[in-house]
């Protein structure tokens, strides 16, 4: 099994899949790369059968998302720092914290292609989880509707239900997206 052709292979496809999952692009690539870190420790005891390896790169992929998501979810970001010691607040060292969800300097319009990427991720979560799991793996991850049936322990048939109602709803919250000629 050769893991490079693999990484090549699969981790755009992951790439994109955790981008459209919700998290931003640096922490999809670091998400990927753990997940090849792992396959590669456990190289030895994988099949030599790239279908499985794929199901197995979304699925600590999706677990490594997650355990970052409830890491994230005890975080308290707050705007501002304040030496509590310090009665005068107008003389107080203030530490001010970056937004972490800001993607442009202010004054800045945003171009189309950003706007748009941003509409698709506010779509995406406001999909329910199972809906937006489904459809992200079939559209963005390339899987067959039986891997996604393995892979999340549901039937094929609620795998395409789930996908087809995921696509419903993106086609109502995206509608004043739509070009009519």
């Known amino acids: 099994m050769n893991i490079e052709e693999l990484?090549?292979?699969i981790a755009p496809k992951l790439t994109n899949w955790l981008v459209a999952s919700g998290s931003?692009?640096?922490e999809a690539c670091d998400l990927v790369q753990s997940t090849f870190l792992k396959i590669w420790k456990m190289?030895?005891?994988l099949r030599d059968d790239a279908e499985s390896v794929s199901g197995l790169a979304f699925t600590i992929a999706r677990n490594l998302r997650k355990n970052l998501v409830r890491d994230d979810a005890r975080l308290t970001f707050v705007g501002e720092i304040r030496d509590p010691d310090d009665a005068d607040p107008s003389n107080s060292r203030?530490?001010?914290q970056p937004d972490r969800l800001t993607t442009q300097s202010p004054g800045q319009l945003p171009s189309d292609?950003?706007?748009l990427r941003r509409r698709l991720s506010e779509a995406f979560a406001k999909l329910p989880?199972?809906?937006r799991e489904a459809y992200t793996l079939f559209q963005i991850g390339e899987m067959s509707i039986r891997d996604i049936a393995n892979q999340t322990g549901v039937s094929e048939n609620l795998v395409k239900v789930r996908i087809f109602r995921a696509k419903e709803k993106l086609q109502g919250i995206l509608a004043d997206l739509r070009v009519t000629f």
């Open 7 to 9: 990484y090549k292979t």
């Open 24 to 26: 931003d692009y640096h």
């Open 43 to 45: 190289r030895d005891d």
């Open 94 to 96: 203030t530490i001010q």
């Open 113 to 115: 292609a950003e706007y």
């Open 129 to 131: 989880p199972i809906l």
